[in-house]
Structure formats: structure tokens, C-alpha cells
């Protein structure tokens, strides 16, 4: 196999949004990184990691444990792969800040307040934890997206002041804890430029602590000009800079395979151009975490033939199946593409149209004619793929899921239009209503056991009550529909109020799919 022309190939997995991964699932996933020429893996994990003198941190979300996480350092070492650790130390501890006993260092919103002492010995115990389960003496330590930074308990304490100095502290505080352990530390980039948008900043005049390398990340371009853009005034901060791309697992449950590639590609064109030595594909989990990171298997295989030189659709087709004995075209089914779901842009209506309610419909507007039927056309192509474990429950529960959106997708359209037209059309969809939940089980029962063969227990939760509680209200519709047939009531309130489009193009609807990945506000309007 041809070496990659990059220092550092690898991924990063998104473990912090409810999807915890299973320690033998990670080995597994280290297995094939080594079979693809991938040399790291770095575990995203918020505050689902044990951590000491921090009972409360990741309590009750699957956190590693600190042997978990040593043994899983000595198994990706034994296979040529350097496991990174990747944490927080600025934001994005939304989950943490649950717990009354860290509401001292909170800003707002998920960010840490920069200047509480409290703040720095909680990242003393991160570094002096992790430094005691991992060889690697790199750590990836976030503070990406802290949009609200000094504006909570910050600015209550020393009133405004210039943000780049507030990020710019924090930096070298936490660099210096990070050198107490002789670590050297990565950082997302886009803090420095969101700060920069609000000022003058002579990017080559930022003292960045030695230790710190940052990492420019950007998963959404199908052309390499904005990538070459991107790194070059990364550059300009600090030489050797790394690079994050985006292998799509973080809009639903199906994965965006076709995008994946299309951003992938000129990516790693334009890190070799500017001598880029260090690329990541990351895999997000955002909203839930719902999508298996294996269903992008032919994704991670294209991205590390990219970084080798290979960029011959063809060829990569066939030394994938070569590898790993199953189609590329058989696994690209995963991304639904008998639907919209493939656009070049990412759409996601496997999610919120499986989660729009039958009455409410806040997504009705969106309901694209013929679509019901394509996903049950999807559903017949994924059951008749024959792939063995551990990737036949990817193809078993995208079918049910499948089977699920051919009756669920627009049966909220349905039965208004239904509604307006006559009792008889409403009760002639009351059979929907029960096919419906019947499908929903056999989607629930088919996606516990992918969740619960990739990931720890914690978390599915979540999609208990996301699952359960669309049963329960798809069982209520029906009652409601019973109800006003039987007349017991004369109207159906939740039926007489007009469908809005959710984009807020009332004069101008656009029917057109589109990404919405808020279950929260895709199942209601209503406070949750």
C-alpha cells in the first residue's frame, strides 16, 4: 500500500453526543484504520471521561474509565495507531453544567469562565488524568465556538473588555498547566478569526504559547478555493497547521457518503498544495449522535486514499471492496439514494420528517410529493443487500427506518387534506395510523440493537424518549381522529391552523429539502 503523503492521517470520533463507543467497537474501528493506512484516532469526549477528583464529571453518560482508556491506548498502539485524547477546556461543556457543583465556573451558556481559579485546577485534573492513560503527549484541547465568551459571569466580575486578550489568557493559563505534564497541545481554530471579525488583529503578531498547534477545520466545501482561503490565514498565525475535515455522521441517522467525498476531495488537494503535514476526518455527532460511524466505512477508505494521491472514483471503489469483501455501491445505500437525502447540499428528511408530528406538522411544508414512495423503494434495494456482521444491523435498521418514512413522511399532509375533504377520506387512513406503529417497533427494536452493538448503553435513552414519544403521539392522533369521527368533538383544532413553511417564507414557501437537525423543535412548537 502506498504511504500517505501527510505526518498524520487519521479520525476523530465524536463520543461527547450521547453515542458513547463501545471500548471492542473502538478496537474494531482501529482494526480497519490500520488495514486503510490511518496512524490516529482521536476519542471527542467532552466529559465522557472519568477524570480525578471529579465524581460529578461524565456521571451517568458512559464515560471512559480511566482503565478503559489505558487499555484502548495499548491496543491502538500495538496496531500502529497513536491514540490522541481530544477535550474541552473552554466550551461545549453544555452536559457538565448540569451539576449544581460547576455552576461557580460557567460564564454562560457552555463556556468556562476564564480567570476563575476553580476553572484551572479542574483542568489541572483533566491534564494529570489523561496524562496517566495516554502515551501520546499531544492533546487536542477544543475551545472551539465560544461565541458568548466573557459576556456571563465574566463580564459581571471585570466588565467589558477585548476578547482576543480574554481567549488569549485562558490560552497561556492552560498551556501552562499542559506544560507542568509535558504536554503540547492542538486547538480549533475559528475562536482566533471569530474575534478578529470584531476588530483589527495582525494575526502575525498573536503570541500563541510554543505548545499550541491549531487545527483549521472545514467540512462544507465542494471547491478547494475556500480550503486554500482557510489555511493560508491559518498560516499566518502559526506555520504548522493542522487540518480537520468532515466524513458526514452528524445530520440524522443516514450518512451523507456522496457529500462526504465531494468535500473531502478538494480538501486534501489543497493540503497538499500549502504542505499540510497533519489531517483528521472527524466524525460529529450532533443532536443525539443517531447515525453509525461504520455506515461511512467506504467514506474514511476514500478520504485515506485521497491522502495517498488516489483520487480515481473507480479504483477506490475497487480497492475497497478489495479490503473489505463488501460493494462500495451495495454500502452507499446507506445514504438513501433513491430519496433527496443526497443532494449536494445536506439534506436530512429521514430525521425530521420521522419526527414531524402527524397533527402538529410543523414540517408538513415540507413534504415533497413522491418522496413516501421513494423511501419505500430504498427499503426493498437495502433488504436485499446480503453483507455480513458486524454491518448487516446498518442495512436492517436503515430499512426498517425506511419502511417507517413510506407511511410516516406525509400522513400528516394526508390527513388534513383527509380532514378537509370528508369523514370517509379520514377514516380510510386509520389503518395508516396502526401500520405505522407497527413499523415504528420493528425500526425501534432493528436500531437498539445497532445502537447497543457500537455503543455504550448511556445515551439511548435519549432515543427512548425521542422514539417512544412519537409512538405515544402518533397512538393520541389516532385516538383524536376516532374521536371526531365518533363525534364526540365537532372539529380537529390541531388540523385548522395553516401550514407554514418552517424557513419563514410565507409569500415564497420552498418546499425543497433542507438540513434541520433539532429534534426539539422538529416533534413540536411547543416548549420542551
Not at 488495514?35 to 456521571?59: I, R, S
Not at 462526504?260 to 450532533?286: M, Q, Y
Not at 430504498?378 to 448487516?392: H, I, N, T, W
Request: charged share 25%; net charge negative.
Amino acid at each position: 500500500m502506498q504511504e500517505s503523503a501527510f505526518e498524520t492521517l487519521g479520525l476523530m470520533i465524536d463520543c461527547s453526543r450521547n453515542a458513547v463507543m463501545k471500548p471492542e467497537a473502538v478496537r474494531f474501528l482501529i482494526d480497519r484504520m490500520e488495514q486503510m493506512g490511518y496512524n490516529t484516532l482521536m476519542l471527542y469526549t467532552e466529559d465522557t471521561y472519568e477524570v480525578e477528583n471529579q465524581p460529578y464529571f461524565g456521571h451517568l453518560r458512559g464515560r471512559y474509565s480511566a482503565d478503559e482508556l489505558r487499555a484502548l491506548d495499548d491496543y491502538a498502539a500495538a496496531h500502529h495507531v497513536t491514540l490522541i485524547p481530544c477535550v474541552q477546556t473552554l466550551a461545549h461543556l453544555n452536559a457538565l453544567m448540569r451539576w449544581p457543583q460547576y455552576s461557580e465556573i460557567r460564564d454562560c451558556a457552555d463556556i468556562l469562565c476564564v480567570g476563575e481559579e476553580k476553572v484551572y485546577d479542574l483542568i489541572r485534573d483533566l491534564f494529570s488524568t489523561l496524562s496517566k492513560c495516554f502515551r501520546s503527549k499531544l492533546i487536542h484541547v477544543g475551545m472551539d465556538e465560544a461565541g458568548m465568551l466573557g459576556r456571563g459571569r465574566y463580564f459581571d466580575r471585570n466588565g467589558a473588555q477585548p476578547r482576543m486578550e480574554i481567549l488569549l489568557a485562558h490560552l497561556r493559563r492552560v498551556a501552562q498547566i499542559a506544560d507542568e505534564f509535558g504536554f503540547s497541545l492542538l486547538m480549533w481554530h475559528d475562536m482566533f478569526f471569530k474575534i478578529a471579525d470584531e476588530g483589527k488583529v495582525d494575526f502575525e503578531a498573536l503570541q500563541i504559547p510554543r505548545n499550541i498547534r491549531l487545527v483549521y477545520w472545514n467540512y462544507y466545501c465542494g471547491s478547494q478555493g475556500p480550503y486554500d482561503g482557510g489555511i493560508e490565514k491559518s498560516q499566518q498565525i502559526q506555520p504548522d497547521v493542522w487540518f480537520a475535515g468532515g466524513i458526514w455522521t452528524w445530520t440524522g441517522f443516514a450518512p451523507h457518503l456522496t457529500h462526504s467525498l465531494n468535500v473531502s476531495e478538494p480538501a486534501v488537494r489543497s493540503c497538499l498544495e500549502h504542505g499540510v503535514k497533519h489531517v483528521i476526518f472527524t466524525l460529529w455527532g450532533d443532536n443525539g449522535g443517531e447515525c453509525s460511524r461504520f455506515s461511512v466505512l467506504p467514506g474514511m477508505y476514500a478520504a485515506a486514499e485521497f491522502a495517498r494521491g488516489n483520487f480515481d472514483r473507480a479504483q477506490i471503489k475497487a480497492g475497497f471492496r478489495d479490503l473489505f469483501g463488501v460493494d462500495w455501491d451495495d454500502f452507499a445505500l446507506l445514504e438513501l439514494p433513491e430519496t433527496r437525502n443526497t443532494a449536494m447540499r445536506v439534506n436530512n428528511p429521514d430525521k425530521y420528517m420521522l419526527y414531524n408530528d402527524c397533527l402538529l406538522g410543523c414540517m408538513d411544508g415540507k413534504a415533497y410529493p413522491g418522496d413516501a414512495a421513494a423511501y419505500a423503494r430504498c427499503a426493498a434495494r437495502l433488504r436485499a443487500v446480503r453483507v455480513a456482521a458486524p454491518y448487516a444491523v446498518l442495512f436492517e435498521s436503515m430499512a426498517a427506518l425506511c419502511d417507517v418514512l413510506a407511511v410516516k413522511y406525509d400522513i400528516g399532509v394526508r390527513t388534513r387534506e383527509a380532514y378537509r375533504t370528508s369523514k370517509d377520506a379520514l377514516r380510510a387512513l386509520l389503518p395508516d395510523y396502526d401500520e405505522l406503529l407497527a413499523r415504528l417497533q420493528v425500526f425501534y427494536d432493528a436500531y437498539e440493537r445497532q445502537w447497543m452493538a457500537e455503543n455504550k448503553p448511556h445515551g439511548f435513552d435519549v432515543q427512548d424518549l425521542r422514539l417512544g414519544g412519537l409512538m405515544q403521539r402518533v397512538r393520541h392522533a389516532k385516538r383524536v381522529l376516532e374521536r371526531y369521527l365518533a363525534d364526540e368533538t365537532d372539529r380537529i383544532e390541531e388540523l385548522e391552523a395553516p401550514v407554514l413553511e418552517v424557513n419563514g417564507r410565507v409569500e415564497e414557501p420552498e418546499i425543497e429539502p433542507f438540513s434541520y437537525n433539532a429534534w426539539s423543535s422538529t416533534a413540536t412548537s411547543n416548549c420542551i
